[in-house]
C-alpha cells in the first residue's frame, strides 16, 4: 500500500505540473548564454524541470502541519522517559547472548514510549491510532520467538518487520537495519534514440523505426529518458525508475516498434539493467580539481568544521564560466553549508520554502536524543512555514551537477537549493530522498542493546507530495560511475567552455 500511495502522489504531481508548462516555456524561451550551445531540446526540458522546482503550497498546509503535532504529551512522562534514555546509554554497547520473553517485552514497551514522546514523524505515520494497535500486536507475537532468544532474533524477526509495516523513513535506523524506503534505476545501453519530428526514433536492424508504446508489467509506461551517450551526445535511451524496498536485478520492458518507411509495426523485448551508484569516490569530504580546464568541486559531507574552507569556494568559483559540482555518494550533514555556498556563489540566499516546512518538538527527550534541540517542559511545538513567494535566482555561468542514489539528507537539501539557479544541469539518477525526519538522535534498548536512530523533527514538502525514497530527479540520466567522463564529452562536443 505505501508503494501504491508513492506511485500515486507521483502521478499527480507531475499532471499538476504539465497543466501550465507549455505557458511558461512560451513565456520564457531559453536564451543562449556566451560560451553555451546546447540543443533547444535539452534547455526547454531543463526550463520545465526548474519550473517543477517549485511547487505550489498546499491550500491547507498550515492546518495540516498542526494535524502532525503529537497529542497528550506530558511533562512527568517525558522527564520519566528522558532518564531512562540517559540510563541505558550509560551502560554501554556489551549485549547479552540471551533474552527471556519478560526482557523483550520490557524492551519493546520502552521502544513504543520512546516513539510516541521522541520521534517526529510519530502522527504523520499515524499516530495512536496506528502505533498503538502495533505495540499490542507486537508484544503478542514475542511468544513465537525461542525463550531465551538472541537480540539478533528479536530484532530482525519482530521489530523489523513490524516497524517497516508503518514507518518509511530513510532516517530511521534500528541496529543495522534501515526502516526505510528507495528506488532503483534501470537502462538500456544498447539503443540510441532521438526525438524527431515523427516523434521518438532509433535504428532497429539497420532501419529507423519509431517508438509507439512502451510497458513494463503489464502497464504502459513513458519509457523513454533523457540521457547523454558514451561520447556526450544528448539522446534519450529506454529506462525506468522502480520505486520500493526490493528491487529485482533487471527487468525487461515490452516496445512496439514501426517501420518508418513500410508503417509495419513489430514487438520486441528490451532488456534493462540496474545502474549502480558511484564507486571510487575516495574518502575527502571536500576536494577542488580541473580536467580539461573545468573546475571540479567534489562534497561528499556538510560539517561544521569545514564550513569556512568549503563554502568560500563558492565566492572563488563564481567568475568561472563552467563548473562541475560533484555531489555522488552525498550521505548529509549540515545543510545550512549548502545554503551558505550558493549565497557565496550567487550573492542571493536560495529559499527554504521550496524545500520543505518543519514540525518540531521542543521536550526533554528530543534535547536527550538530539542534544542541540531546544526543550521545554511540557513539550512543546514549533511549525516552521515559509510561505514567501520564491524566485530562481539568477545566474550566469554554467553549473553541471552530478547525481546518484547515494545523496541523501543534506545532500538532497543541496541538489534542491541548486535547481533554484539559472543555468543548472543535474546529470545523473535520481537522489535518495531522505527527508521526512531531521535533527537525529539515537537511544539504545536497556536489554537487548538494539540502538534506534531516528529524526525528532517532521519535514514535508509544501505540496505534500511524496519525496522520501523518490528523491530530486536528474535533468539527464546517465550511470553514476560514468557520468563525469560524459560530461567533460558533452562539454567539449556543444562548445560549452569559454576560450581563454
Not at 104 to 111: A, G, S, V
Request: glycine fraction near 10%.
Amino acid at each position: 500500500m505505501k508503494h501504491q500511495t508513492l506511485i500515486i502522489a507521483c502521478a499527480v504531481l507531475l499532471l499538476a505540473a504539465s497543466a501550465f508548462l507549455y505557458g511558461y516555456i512560451q513565456n520564457n524561451r531559453p536564451s543562449n548564454i556566451v560560451g553555451i550551445d546546447m540543443p533547444i531540446e535539452l534547455l526547454e526540458l531543463t526550463q520545465q524541470n526548474r519550473l517543477a522546482a517549485f511547487p505550489e503550497p498546499h491550500p491547507n498546509l498550515q492546518e495540516i502541519l498542526e494535524g502532525f503535532k503529537t497529542p497528550n504529551l506530558d511533562a512527568e512522562t517525558d522527564i520519566q522517559i528522558a532518564e531512562r534514555i540517559q540510563q541505558y546509554r550509560r551502560r554501554g554497547s556489551t549485549r547479552p547472548n540471551e533474552l527471556t520473553h519478560e526482557q523483550l517485552i520490557y524492551d519493546t514497551e520502552f521502544l513504543f514510549d520512546i516513539l510516541r514522546y521522541g520521534y517526529g514523524a510519530y502522527q504523520y505515520f499515524g499516530g495512536d491510532d496506528v502505533f498503538l494497535p502495533l505495540r499490542e500486536t507486537t508484544l503478542g507475537r514475542i511468544h513465537r520467538l525461542n525463550n531465551p532468544t538472541t537480540a539478533g532474533a528479536y530484532v530482525s524477526s519482530l521489530l523489523v518487520p513490524a516497524l517497516e509495516s508503518v514507518i518509511a523513513d530513510n532516517h530511521f535506523w534500528i541496529d543495522r537495519n534501515r526502516i526505510g524506503i528507495g528506488s532503483q534505476l534501470y537502462m538500456n545501453r544498447d539503443f540510441v534514440v532521438h526525438r524527431t519530428n515523427d516523434g521518438f526514433a532509433t535504428e532497429l536492424g539497420g532501419t529507423v523505426h519509431l517508438v509507439i508504446e512502451s510497458t513494463l508489467d503489464g502497464q504502459q509506461v513513458e519509457g523513454l529518458l533523457p540521457t547523454l551517450t558514451e561520447d556526450g551526445q544528448f539522446a534519450w535511451a529506454f529506462g525506468h525508475v522502480i520505486y520500493g524496498s526490493h528491487a529485482p536485478s533487471g527487468a525487461y520492458m515490452n516496445v512496439i516498434f514501426e517501420n518508418a518507411e513500410t508503417g509495419e509495426k513489430t514487438a520486441d523485448t528490451v532488456p534493462l539493467a540496474r545502474v549502480s551508484n558511484a564507486s571510487g569516490l575516495g574518502s575527502s569530504m571536500y576536494s577542488l580539481s580541473r580536467r580539461n580546464g573545468i573546475p571540479i568541486l567534489r562534497n561528499r559531507h556538510l560539517q561544521g568544521n569545514m564550513q569556512h574552507s568549503f563554502t568560500n569556494t563558492g565566492e572563488t568559483l563564481r567568475d568561472e564560466p563552467v563548473l562541475i559540482l560533484d555531489l555522488r555518494g552525498h550521505n548529509g550533514g549540515n545543510d545550512g553549508l549548502a545554503w551558505e555556498w550558493i549565497r557565496q556563489y550567487t550573492g542571493q540566499a536560495p529559499g527554504h520554502g521550496v524545500m520543505f516546512s518543519s514540525v518540531r518538538r521542543h521536550s526533554l527527550i528530543g534535547n536527550t536524543l538530539a542534544y542541540w534541540m531546544p526543550y521545554a517542559s511540557p513539550p512543546e511545538w514549533n511549525i516552521l512555514h515559509d510561505d514567501t513567494p520564491l524566485t530562481i535566482i539568477p545566474n550566469e555561468n554554467f553549473i553541471i551537477v552530478l547525481t546518484d542514489n547515494n545523496i541523501g539528507s543534506a545532500g538532497d537539501s543541496f541538489v534542491g537549493y541548486l535547481r533554484q539557479l539559472e543555468n543548472v544541469l543535474i546529470v545523473g539518477t535520481n537522489t535518495r530522498g531522505v527527508l521526512v525526519t531531521g535533527n537525529l538522535g539515537n537511544a539504545r534498548l536497556p536489554h537487548s542493546g538494539a540502538v534506534v536512530h531516528f529524526g525528532v523533527s517532521l519535514n514535508v514538502r509544501p505540496d505534500l507530495s511524496q519525496f522520501e525514497g523518490v528523491g530530486f530527479a536528474p535533468d539527464l540520466w546517465v550511470p553514476p560511475d560514468d557520468s563525469l567522463n560524459r560530461v567533460l564529452r558533452f562539454i567539449e562536443k556543444y562548445g560549452i567552455v569559454y576560450n581563454e
